[in-house]
């Protein structure tokens, strides 16, 4: 009996612990804005999402699930928007990134002053070479027009979540 109680125990600690490690949640600063301007190697706009709470210090390893919900307002319009995620350090890619998960496009029009909200699922499919801010980040792109006009989301709701 008493080796029982102590199995369950084992179980219960180590179920516990795997849940807790695998399922987190992060919100961004109140408003938080990024300007997608242009650049040299695109032909659209580019910015990159990176700090200590988007992906909450951790390192994003290969097979895991997130959950990016958004909610943002541009401040001019524009034709879609690729979003991924990342790894922009040194070690990964000298010049560009590394792809973490495959791109999401939101294709169509971004309408100017006009509320947008998306929930997007990403499996990642390689792990970030560490666990820097920009080895774990989100690319934001204008794949259309404006080509040559910086755009500002301002965003209301930017939750990751990391599902498994």
Known sequence: MKKFWMVLLVLLVIGIGTA???????????????????????????????????????????????ELEITFKSNREFKDLEIGIVDGSQTADP??????????LVEGTIPK??????????????????????????YFATIGSPKDATVTLTFTKFTV???K
């Open 20 to 66: 807790g490690a695998q399922v987190w949640t992060t919100d961004s600063p109140s408003f938080y804005s990024i300007k997608i301007a242009k650049n040299q190697w695109s032909p659209g706009n580019i910015a990159v999402v990176k700090g200590s709470w988007v992906f909450k210090g951790n390192r994003i390893k290969a097979g895991e699930t997130y």
């Open 113 to 138: 002053d006009t509320e947008v909200t998306k929930k997007i699922t990403f499996e990642t499919t390689k792990g970030a070479s560490a666990g820097s801010n920009d080895a774990n980040s989100f």
């Open 95 to 104: 010049v560009w990134w590394m792809e973490l998960a495959e791109f999401y």
């Open 161 to 163: 979540t990391r599902v």
